[in-house]
Every structure is written in structure tokens, then in C-alpha cells.
């Protein structure tokens, strides 16, 4: 009999879904993070917007733009998170989780078109050489920027990492950025204030740059996911907890993200003899041995193998 018999030992399919107690307690805390960033983010968004406009600011007027494309982030990640809860189907079998990473990307190309209008502001800025206005009252609007852009980030960053959300934790990594690009606009303000007429300009540039830098980092993690890659220190250790169960060796683990589900499939050899009732009992005991080493493994596969006579 070859390796790639399967004996007794017939592959069996995925088991039930394993961490999926608290989904619903997770759900509701992202809509809550999703809500209060919105909330938050409009507002600090808005007053800038205002003052900017009264004030031609172009580092606030940029920070006004970044903190208003939050709101539409926040928003794109809600209704990922809103799509994510429909069940499986038929012709979606896995579920709906990968709506999750859809709107994560839809976040990345959102600060990207964030980025391209601070960027234009600050150049048109830079060449017609005028100066800022209203600095009070641009120095009150970034400070409460950086203040609620700090609270909104903590936040969901919490969340989302509590929660295993790429989308929610994408969103609160574009908050902490634009917490230090509001900082900015007010570096700016302060430095017109001092004297320095271009210094607005050079900070919305400057904010733009910042913009640039966590679009690129967002669009990489979200489509790494995309992409099904998957740390090699998880699969490492679901190989690992899987190679320690008595019975199984020449372990082998592959894994795929579906939004914040990472599905593991794990093929492992058994004695060419053993029962199919053996086998059971060894394939409960893989799955619930790679559920501990990988805490955020929602379904496991395990497909058993026969071992050749030889070895």
C-alpha cells in the first residue's frame, strides 16, 4: 500500500465551526467601535472643514479631508461587517466572511483618494504663496482632531484585535496616522503664527505624505489577505499541535483568512490498520489540539493518510 492510500482511514471533511461562541458578542462590539468612530470623526471632521474654509488652511483643509474619508472608511467597514453575518448557502458554503476583506479594501482606496486631494490642496497652496488666517480658531479645530482621532483608534483598535478583524484594525491604524497628521496641520498653524507663511503648505504636504504611507500599508495587509497568505509561525504551530497527537505523524498545515475565519487544513499519516474508529477519535483530537496552538481557528479539516508498510 503507498503513503497516499487511504486505508481505514477515509478523509473526513471539516468539522463544526470551533471558536464561534462569542461571534455575536464580536459583531456587536465592532458595530459599537464602527459607530463611535463615525461619530467622532464627523464631527472633528466637519469643524475643520469650517475653519479651513474660513481660514484657508491648506494642512487643515487636508486633515479635514482625511478625517471625513474616515467617516466613509467607517462606514465601508460597517457594511462588510454587516454582509459577514449572512449564513452560508449553497452557492456560498464557507460563508460570507470575505465581505470583510472586500471592505477593507474598499478602505485603502478611500485613503488613497484622501491622500490625492490633500496633495493637490497643499501644492496649489505652496505656489500661490498665501498665508493662513484665523490661526485661533484653526489651532482649537486640529487640537480636537488629534484628540478624537487618538480616542477613535484606541478604541477600535481594541476591538479589533480582540476580535480578530483585519478591516476594523485597518481602520483604527488610519485613525493613529491621522491623529499625527492633524498634529501637523497644528505644527503648521503654530509655525504661521511665528511667522512662517509657507509653513501651512509644507504641513499639508507633509499630512499628504503621511496619508500616502499608511494607504500603502493598509492596501498590503488587506490584500495579503486577499491573497490567502497566512503567517508561517501560524502555521508552524498548528503543524506543530497537530504532530504532538498520538497517532499522527508527517503533518502537513495550510491555512486561508476568510475575513476574520482562518480555515485550517491539516493532512497527517496513521498506521495503515488503524480503525476507522481510531480515526475519529485521532481527528477530534487534531482539531482540537490546532484550535489551542491557533486561537483564532474557526473551522479545521483534517484529512487522515495511510503510512506505507514501509515507514
Known amino acids: 500500500m503507498s503513503a497516499h492510500d487511504a486505508a481505514s482511514c477515509a478523509p473526513w471533511g471539516p468539522a463544526p465551526r470551533i471558536n464561534d461562541g462569542g461571534e455575536s458578542a464580536d459583531r456587536r462590539a465592532a458595530h459599537r467601535a464602527v459607530a463611535w468612530s463615525v461619530g467622532g470623526l464627523f464631527v472633528a471632521g466637519a469643524l475643520e472643514l469650517v475653519v479651513a474654509a474660513l481660514g484657508h488652511s491648506a494642512g487643515l483643509l487636508g486633515d479635514a479631508f482625511h478625517n471625513l474619508a474616515d467617516v466613509g472608511t467607517s462606514a465601508i467597514v460597517f457594511v462588510g461587517l454587516r454582509v459577514s453575518r449572512r449564513p452560508a448557502t449553497a452557492s456560498h458554503p464557507y460563508g460570507w466572511d470575505r465581505a470583510e476583506d472586500l471592505s477593507g479594501l474598499g478602505v485603502a482606496l478611500l485613503i488613497w483618494v484622501s491622500a490625492a486631494l490633500a496633495l493637490a490642496v ?7 504663496g498665501t498665508s493662513a488666517s484665523h490661526l ?27 476580535i480578530r478583524s483585519a478591516a476594523l484594525v485597518a ?12 498634529a501637523g496641520a497644528l505644527l503648521g498653524l503654530g509655525a504661521v503664527a511665528a511667522g512662517l507663511r509657507w509653513a501651512d503648505a509644507v504641513a499639508g504636504l507633509v499630512i499628504a505624505g503621511i496619508v500616502v504611507h499608511v494607504a500603502y500599508d493598509v492596501t498590503r495587509d488587506v490584500v495579503v489577505r486577499l491573497i490567502d497568505g497566512v503567517a ?41 490498520d488503524t480503525p476507522v474508529g481510531a480515526c475519529e477519535r485521532i481527528g477530534d483530537e487534531v482539531r482540537r489540539a490546532v484550535a489551542e496552538a491557533v486561537p483564532e481557528t474557526r473551522v479545521v479539516t483534517f484529512s487522515a493518510r495511510a503510512l506505507s508498510r514501509g515507514g
Do not use: C, F, Q
Open 232 to 272: 508561517p509561525e501560524t502555521l508552524e504551530a498548528a503543524t506543530a499541535a497537530a504532530g504532538a497527537v498520538a497517532g499522527v505523524s508527517h503533518v502537513h498545515a495550510k491555512g486561508r483568512w476568510t475575513g476574520r475565519a482562518l480555515i485550517m487544513e491539516v493532512e497527517g499519516y496513521v498506521a495503515p
Open 171 to 182: 481602520d483604527a491604524r488610519h485613525s493613529w496616522i491621522d491623529a499625527a497628521s492633524s
Open 136 to 162: 485661533g480658531a484653526g489651532v482649537v479645530a486640529a487640537a480636537v482632531a488629534v484628540a478624537a482621532n487618538l480616542l477613535v483608534a484606541r478604541y477600535k483598535l481594541s476591538v479589533g484585535r480582540r
Open 122 to 128: 497643499s501644492v496649489r497652496k505652496l505656489v500661490d
